[in-house]
C-alpha cells in the first residue's frame, strides 16, 4: 500500500513536471530512412535526437509531427509548427523566416550502380529517382523530372535501390545518408554497389530550422545540440545509423 503511495505520488511529480515544459512543435517533412522510418511509430534517427533533447534538459517538450513539406511550406505563418528537422535552410526556408540551427548533417544525393556494371552517361542511361524530389540533373525542377523519358520514378529511396539491385534501371540517385544506412543495416546489398562518391548530383547541409515565432532561441537549441555531442549521445544515436557528425 506504501508502495503505490509513493508511485502515485512519483507518477503525479513526473507529470507535472513534463506539463511544465514548454511545447516546441517539430515539423518532419518525410518519410526518408533513416531520419524517419515511420511517423505513426515515431521511428528514425529524427526521433532519436527529439527523444535525447527531451530527455537531457527539462525547460522544453520538443513534440514531433509528420507534415508535407508543402503544408508546412504554405503554412509558416501560424504557430502551429515552431521548428523544421533536418532540413537546409535554403529549401525556401529562409525566405519564410527560419533560420538555422549548427549544421547537423553533410549531405550529398550520390549516383550508383551495381559493380560490374558498364557506366552509361547523358540521356542514355536510365536513372531511378524519388518522386517530387530536386535533383541538380533536372535542374532542381520536379516536374522537368516528371517529365524525362530516362528517369524512373518511385515514391521513395528505398524504391530506388530496388529499382537498381533488380537492373530495372542503369543506376539510381540516393542521399548519402541513406547509402550510409543500407552500409550497417543491409551489407550485404550494399557490398554489391559502385557509388560515386566523388561526382555527386549536388551538395547541401541539414539543419533543424527555427522560426521567429518558436518558444525557443537558435542559440539555446544549439547549446542543447553541442551538449548531446559533448556527452557522446549525439554520437551513438549517428553511429546506429552509419551516419557521421559533422564539426560544430
Known amino acids: 500500500m506504501v508502495f503505490r503511495f ?3 505520488i512519483a507518477i503525479v511529480l513526473w507529470s507535472g513536471q513534463l506539463s511544465a515544459r514548454t511545447i516546441v512543435n517539430v515539423g518532419l517533412t518525410s518519410i526518408q530512412p533513416p531520419l524517419v522510418f515511420s511517423g505513426s511509430e515515431e521511428r528514425g534517427l529524427i526521433y532519436d535526437v527529439l527523444a535525447a533533447l ?6 522544453y517538450a520538443f513534440t514531433p509531427s509528420l507534415v508535407p513539406a508543402k503544408r508546412l511550406l504554405a503554412n509558416h505563418q501560424t504557430d502551429d509548427f515552431h521548428l523544421i528537422a533536418y532540413n537546409d535552410v535554403l529549401w525556401g526556408w529562409g525566405q519564410r523566416g527560419g533560420k538555422p540551427s549548427v549544421n ?3 549531405g550529398k544525393d550520390l549516383f550508383f550502380q ?3 556494371t558498364a557506366q552509361k552517361k547523358g540521356a542514355t542511361a536510365q536513372i531511378g529517382a524519388v518522386m517530387g524530389f530536386h535533383y541538380a540533373f533536372s535542374d532542381f525542377n520536379a516536374e522537368k523530372l516528371g517529365s524525362m523519358p530516362n528517369v524512373s520514378l518511385v515514391s521513395d529511396e528505398s524504391g530506388v535501390l530496388k529499382l537498381v539491385e533488380f537492373g530495372r534501371v542503369d543506376k539510381g540517385v540516393a542521399s548519402e545518408a541513406f547509402l550510409n544506412w543500407i552500409s550497417v543495416s543491409e551489407p550485404e546489398i550494399y557490398a554489391k554497389l559502385e557509388i ?3 561526382h555527386p548530383d549536388h551538395t547541401y547541409n541539414r539543419q533543424f530550422v527555427v522560426f521567429p515565432y518558436a518558444p525557443i532561441t537558435v542559440e539555446q537549441l544549439n547549446i542543447y545540440l553541442r551538449g548531446l555531442k559533448a556527452s557522446g549521445v549525439l554520437g551513438e544515436i549517428y553511429a546506429k545509423y552509419g551516419i557521421e557528425i559533422p564539426d560544430f
Open 6 to 8: 509513493f508511485l502515485f
Open 54 to 59: 527531451n530527455e537531457h534538459q527539462d525547460a
Open 104 to 106: 547537423l548533417t553533410n
Open 114 to 116: 551495381l559493380k560490374g
Open 196 to 198: 560515386f562518391a566523388d
